[in-house]
C-alpha cells in the first residue's frame, strides 16, 4: 500500500526587494487630515494570524494629538465645573449672589427646566397618552422611591 498522493504545499514567493514608493503609496491606505495622529501605516507582519480584526497595518485606531492647551481643557470641562443651571453667564456662582439677583437666577432657571420638562412630557403624550405614567412607574416606583418620594 503506498501513501496517499498530497498536493505540494503552498510555499509563498518571498520577494526581499521593498516595493517602489509609487507601488506603495498605491497599496497603502491614504491618512485622512481630520485633526487626530494616525499612526505610521505599515505593510501586516508576517506569521502573525489576523484574528478577529485582520492584519495590523496601523490603520486601526487614531489618537487626539497631544498638545496641551489650557483654554481647550477648560473648555472641556466648563460644562461639569461649572453647570449653567447653578453659574450665571459671568462665572458667578448663584447662592454667592445678591438676594434680589439670586432670586431672579432661581425663578429663571427652575421656569426654564419647567418648560423643558413639559416639553418631554408633551411630546410622550403625543406618542402615546398612558407614557409620562409609565415613565413615572420605571424612574421612580420601581427603583424603590416609592410614589411621591423620587425628589
Not at 449653567?84 to 421656569?111: C, H, M, N
Amino acid at each position: 500500500m503506498s501513501p496517499p498522493d498530497f498536493p505540494p504545499l503552498h510555499t509563498p514567493n518571498i520577494n526581499t526587494r521593498r516595493p517602489s514608493s509609487t507601488h506603495r503609496a498605491a497599496t497603502m491606505p491614504q491618512i485622512p487630515n481630520d485633526g487626530l495622529h494616525h499612526h505610521r501605516t505599515h505593510d501586516p507582519q508576517a506569521g502573525t494570524i489576523p484574528v478577529p480584526h485582520g492584519p495590523e497595518t496601523g490603520t486601526d485606531h487614531a489618537s487626539f494629538p497631544y498638545s496641551r492647551d489650557p483654554q481647550n481643557e477648560k473648555a472641556i470641562f466648563n460644562y461639569l465645573l461649572k453647570p449653567e443651571d447653578s453659574f450665571t453667564e459671568d462665572g458667578v456662582y448663584w447662592a454667592d449672589l445678591p438676594l434680589w439677583q439670586r432670586i431672579k437666577f432661581v425663578s429663571k432657571t427652575e421656569g426654564e427646566e419647567a418648560a423643558r420638562e413639559l416639553r418631554e412630557i408633551g411630546a410622550m403624550v403625543k406618542k402615546d397618552p398612558l407614557s409620562p405614567v409609565g415613565w413615572y412607574f420605571r424612574q421612580a416606583v420601581l427603583p424603590g422611591a416609592g410614589l411621591g418620594l423620587e425628589g
